[in-house]
Protein backbone atom coordinates (compact mmCIF):
# COMPACT_ATOMS: atom_id res chain seq x y z
CA UNK A 1 0.00 0.00 0.00
CA UNK A 2 1.29 3.64 -0.22
CA UNK A 3 2.38 5.37 2.20
CA UNK A 4 4.08 9.00 2.92
CA UNK A 5 6.42 9.46 5.89
CA UNK A 6 7.28 12.48 7.39
CA UNK A 7 10.08 11.84 9.96
CA UNK A 8 10.91 14.51 11.29
CA UNK A 9 7.24 15.16 14.02
CA UNK A 10 8.47 18.68 15.66
CA UNK A 11 11.32 20.79 14.87
CA UNK A 12 12.31 23.99 16.36
CA UNK A 13 14.43 26.82 14.51
CA UNK A 14 15.91 30.11 15.38
CA UNK A 15 15.13 33.02 12.83
CA UNK A 16 17.09 33.15 9.73
CA UNK A 17 18.03 29.44 10.55
CA UNK A 18 18.07 27.25 7.21
CA UNK A 19 15.23 24.44 6.99
CA UNK A 20 14.49 21.28 5.50
CA UNK A 21 11.59 18.80 5.90
CA UNK A 22 12.03 15.31 5.09
CA UNK A 23 9.53 13.56 3.12
CA UNK A 24 9.70 10.20 1.38
CA UNK A 25 6.93 8.00 0.05
CA UNK A 26 6.70 4.29 -1.03
CA UNK A 27 4.49 3.94 -4.57
CA UNK A 28 5.97 2.23 -7.29
CA UNK A 29 4.51 4.02 -9.88
CA UNK A 30 4.61 7.44 -11.37
CA UNK A 31 3.41 10.04 -8.38
CA UNK A 32 2.66 13.84 -7.60
CA UNK A 33 3.70 15.41 -4.87
CA UNK A 34 2.48 18.22 -2.77
CA UNK A 35 3.65 20.40 0.47
CA UNK A 36 0.66 22.12 1.94
CA UNK A 37 1.21 24.35 4.97
CA UNK A 38 -1.78 24.70 8.07
CA UNK A 39 -1.23 27.82 10.17
CA UNK A 40 -3.07 27.48 13.47
CA UNK A 41 -6.66 27.11 13.46
CA UNK A 42 -6.38 27.44 9.62
CA UNK A 43 -7.00 25.21 6.66
CA UNK A 44 -4.35 23.64 4.40
CA UNK A 45 -2.62 25.89 1.69
CA UNK A 46 -0.28 24.92 -0.59
CA UNK A 47 3.21 25.67 -0.93
CA UNK A 48 4.40 23.90 -4.10
CA UNK A 49 3.58 20.73 -6.45
CA UNK A 50 5.29 18.55 -8.54
CA UNK A 51 4.46 16.53 -11.63
CA UNK A 52 6.79 16.29 -14.34
CA UNK A 53 9.90 18.71 -15.65
CA UNK A 54 12.57 20.53 -13.19
CA UNK A 55 13.27 18.23 -9.80
CA UNK A 56 13.84 21.64 -8.20
CA UNK A 57 10.68 23.13 -7.69
CA UNK A 58 9.91 26.70 -6.00
CA UNK A 59 7.24 27.69 -4.03
CA UNK A 60 5.66 30.61 -2.58
CA UNK A 61 7.03 32.27 0.83
CA UNK A 62 10.37 31.28 -0.09
CA UNK A 63 9.53 27.25 -0.06
CA UNK A 64 11.64 24.93 -2.30
CA UNK A 65 11.67 21.20 -2.95
CA UNK A 66 13.15 18.61 -4.35
CA UNK A 67 12.30 15.48 -6.06
CA UNK A 68 15.17 12.97 -6.07
CA UNK A 69 13.53 10.08 -7.52
CA UNK A 70 15.66 6.92 -6.54
CA UNK A 71 15.31 7.72 -3.05
CA UNK A 72 11.56 8.38 -3.55
CA UNK A 73 12.27 11.58 -1.49
CA UNK A 74 10.42 15.19 -1.74
CA UNK A 75 12.30 17.56 0.88
CA UNK A 76 10.89 20.54 1.89
CA UNK A 77 13.28 23.24 2.19
CA UNK A 78 13.92 27.23 3.08
CA UNK A 79 17.14 28.98 3.15
CA UNK A 80 16.31 31.30 6.22
CA UNK A 81 13.03 30.92 8.36
CA UNK A 82 10.74 33.49 9.79
CA UNK A 83 8.47 33.64 12.44
CA UNK A 84 5.81 33.69 10.76
CA UNK A 85 6.31 30.43 9.23
CA UNK A 86 5.47 28.64 12.48
CA UNK A 87 2.79 26.15 11.02
CA UNK A 88 2.12 22.16 10.61
CA UNK A 89 3.57 21.46 7.26
CA UNK A 90 1.83 18.30 5.29
CA UNK A 91 3.64 16.34 2.42
CA UNK A 92 1.15 14.47 0.02
CA UNK A 93 1.18 12.10 -2.97
CA UNK A 94 -1.39 11.61 -5.48
CA UNK A 95 -0.73 8.11 -7.57
CA UNK A 96 -1.28 7.74 -11.30
CA UNK A 97 -4.54 6.56 -11.16
CA UNK A 98 -5.50 9.21 -8.36
CA UNK A 99 -7.21 6.84 -6.67
CA UNK A 100 -4.81 7.48 -4.09
CA UNK A 101 -4.13 11.03 -2.20
CA UNK A 102 -2.23 10.45 0.66
CA UNK A 103 -0.52 12.75 3.52
CA UNK A 104 1.94 12.49 5.50
CA UNK A 105 1.84 12.89 9.40
CA UNK A 106 2.92 15.95 9.46
CA UNK A 107 5.95 18.02 10.71
CA UNK A 108 5.51 20.68 13.64
CA UNK A 109 7.63 23.74 13.02
CA UNK A 110 8.31 26.08 15.92
CA UNK A 111 10.46 28.87 14.67
CA UNK A 112 11.75 31.38 17.86
CA UNK A 113 12.19 35.07 17.34
CA UNK B 1 -10.14 31.35 -8.81
CA UNK B 2 -12.34 28.40 -8.86
CA UNK B 3 -13.41 27.15 -4.79
CA UNK B 4 -14.35 23.87 -3.60
CA UNK B 5 -17.43 24.98 -1.11
CA UNK B 6 -17.88 23.15 1.81
CA UNK B 7 -21.47 23.48 4.11
CA UNK B 8 -21.98 23.73 6.76
CA UNK B 9 -18.84 25.72 8.51
CA UNK B 10 -19.87 24.48 11.68
CA UNK B 11 -22.41 21.35 12.80
CA UNK B 12 -22.71 20.24 16.49
CA UNK B 13 -24.73 16.86 16.67
CA UNK B 14 -25.63 14.58 19.48
CA UNK B 15 -24.04 11.13 19.56
CA UNK B 16 -25.75 8.68 17.73
CA UNK B 17 -27.66 11.21 15.21
CA UNK B 18 -26.97 11.19 11.57
CA UNK B 19 -25.19 13.90 9.86
CA UNK B 20 -24.53 14.87 6.30
CA UNK B 21 -21.33 16.87 4.95
CA UNK B 22 -21.95 18.95 1.71
CA UNK B 23 -19.12 19.71 -0.55
CA UNK B 24 -19.65 21.69 -4.06
CA UNK B 25 -16.45 20.38 -6.01
CA UNK B 26 -15.06 22.40 -9.24
CA UNK B 27 -17.39 21.40 -11.82
CA UNK B 28 -14.97 19.50 -14.10
CA UNK B 29 -12.68 18.02 -11.60
CA UNK B 30 -13.04 14.19 -11.67
CA UNK B 31 -11.23 12.54 -8.66
CA UNK B 32 -13.36 14.25 -5.39
CA UNK B 33 -11.91 13.05 -1.99
CA UNK B 34 -12.88 13.32 1.72
CA UNK B 35 -10.29 13.60 4.50
CA UNK B 36 -10.64 14.45 8.38
CA UNK B 37 -8.23 16.03 10.73
CA UNK B 38 -9.05 16.05 14.68
CA UNK B 39 -7.77 18.61 16.02
CA UNK B 40 -3.87 19.40 15.89
CA UNK B 41 -3.53 16.19 14.55
CA UNK B 42 -2.71 14.51 11.33
CA UNK B 43 -4.43 14.39 7.75
CA UNK B 44 -6.40 11.38 7.58
CA UNK B 45 -7.56 10.22 4.39
CA UNK B 46 -11.27 8.60 4.48
CA UNK B 47 -12.35 8.25 0.84
CA UNK B 48 -11.68 8.31 -3.14
CA UNK B 49 -14.38 8.67 -5.57
CA UNK B 50 -14.40 8.43 -9.41
CA UNK B 51 -16.90 7.92 -11.89
CA UNK B 52 -19.75 8.07 -9.68
CA UNK B 53 -18.30 5.45 -7.34
CA UNK B 54 -15.89 4.75 -4.14
CA UNK B 55 -12.20 4.09 -5.27
CA UNK B 56 -10.18 3.88 -2.85
CA UNK B 57 -11.38 3.91 1.18
CA UNK B 58 -9.44 3.95 4.96
CA UNK B 59 -9.78 1.58 7.39
CA UNK B 60 -11.76 4.57 8.97
CA UNK B 61 -14.56 4.61 6.28
CA UNK B 62 -16.37 1.57 7.81
CA UNK B 63 -20.10 0.72 7.51
CA UNK B 64 -21.07 3.93 9.25
CA UNK B 65 -20.08 6.34 6.46
CA UNK B 66 -21.25 6.82 3.13
CA UNK B 67 -20.52 9.05 0.37
CA UNK B 68 -22.73 10.22 -2.63
CA UNK B 69 -22.65 12.47 -5.84
CA UNK B 70 -26.84 12.68 -6.17
CA UNK B 71 -26.76 15.54 -8.59
CA UNK B 72 -23.61 15.53 -11.06
CA UNK B 73 -22.68 18.18 -8.43
CA UNK B 74 -22.90 17.75 -4.83
CA UNK B 75 -20.39 15.44 -3.38
CA UNK B 76 -21.96 14.41 -0.08
CA UNK B 77 -20.33 12.42 3.24
CA UNK B 78 -22.98 10.86 5.96
CA UNK B 79 -22.38 9.68 8.90
CA UNK B 80 -24.78 7.61 10.06
CA UNK B 81 -24.41 7.12 13.80
CA UNK B 82 -22.14 9.76 14.80
CA UNK B 83 -19.84 8.94 17.93
CA UNK B 84 -17.95 11.33 20.19
CA UNK B 85 -14.52 10.18 18.29
CA UNK B 86 -16.04 11.44 15.31
CA UNK B 87 -15.57 15.04 15.84
CA UNK B 88 -13.18 16.29 13.89
CA UNK B 89 -12.35 19.07 10.76
CA UNK B 90 -13.97 17.08 7.60
CA UNK B 91 -12.30 18.34 4.21
CA UNK B 92 -13.45 17.85 0.89
CA UNK B 93 -10.90 18.02 -2.16
CA UNK B 94 -11.66 18.03 -5.91
CA UNK B 95 -9.04 17.05 -8.88
CA UNK B 96 -8.67 17.41 -12.03
CA UNK B 97 -7.93 15.15 -14.81
CA UNK B 98 -4.16 16.24 -14.60
CA UNK B 99 -4.02 14.73 -11.39
CA UNK B 100 -2.11 18.22 -10.11
CA UNK B 101 -5.25 20.49 -9.85
CA UNK B 102 -6.30 19.37 -6.39
CA UNK B 103 -8.61 21.79 -4.17
CA UNK B 104 -9.61 21.73 -1.01
CA UNK B 105 -12.80 23.31 0.48
CA UNK B 106 -12.56 25.37 3.90
CA UNK B 107 -13.61 22.30 5.89
CA UNK B 108 -16.30 21.26 8.22
CA UNK B 109 -15.80 21.17 11.80
CA UNK B 110 -18.00 18.66 13.66
CA UNK B 111 -18.98 18.14 16.88
CA UNK B 112 -20.13 15.15 18.37
CA UNK B 113 -21.43 15.89 22.18
Known amino acids: AQSVSQHNHHVILSEAASLELGCNYS??????LFWYVQYPGQHLQLLLKYFSGDPLVKGIKGFEAEFIKSKFSFNLRKPSVQWSDTAEYFC???????????FGTGTSLTVIP | EPEVTQTPSHQVTQMGQEVILRCVPISNHLYFYWYRQILGQKVEFLVS????????KSEIFDDQFSVERPDGSNFTLKIRSTKLEDSAMYFCASLGGSLVDVHFGNGTRLTVT
Open chain 1, 92 to 102: AVISNTGNQFY
Open chain 1, 27 to 32: YGGTVN
Open chain 2, 49 to 56: FYNNEISE
